[in-house]
């Protein structure tokens, strides 16, 4: 059974970084299409990047764009979310999710695993 293990949320000030991490366990991160989501109370889950299987193509929400970056490093099994530039608004719990074929990249139902969550909180 695949799990997912993220890292790496915290508090930072607005304007400044962090790095968010999650590693597959039970199958190779390069088997799976990887996604990050965030969710705050009352609220949807929000689709926010993506990186298709074996490092292909990333995807991001217009919100984000310019600001985060998401990239896999095969080597650690990991997909990482850079996060620059953070904005109050960027407070969230942030989930990673995969599957092995995603079809709608932006589409939190195409995903079948699901990480635990991480906070993320950014003060103005």
């Known amino acids: 059974q695949v799990r997912l293990v993220e890292s790496g949320g915290g508090l930072v000030q607005a304007g400044g970084s962090l790095r968010l991490s999650c590693a597959p366990s039970?199958?190779?991160?390069?088997?799976?299409?990887m996604g990050w989501f965030r969710q705050t109370p009352g609220k949807e889950r929000a689709f926010v990047a993506a990186i298709r299987k074996s490092g292909g193509a990333a995807f991001y929400a217009d919100s984000v764009k310019g600001r985060f970056s998401i990239s896999s490093d095969n080597a650690k099994n990991t997909v990482n979310l850079q996060m620059n530039m953070l904005k109050p608004e960027d407070t969230a719990v942030y989930y990673c999710?995969?599957?092995?074929?995603?079809?709608?990249?932006?589409?939190?139902?195409?995903?079948?695993?699901w990480g635990q969550g991480t906070q993320v909180t950014v003060s103005s």
């Open positions: 999710a995969a599957d092995r074929n995603v079809v709608i990249i932006r589409n939190k139902s195409q995903y079948s695993i």
């Open positions: 039970g199958l190779s991160g390069s088997a799976l299409d």
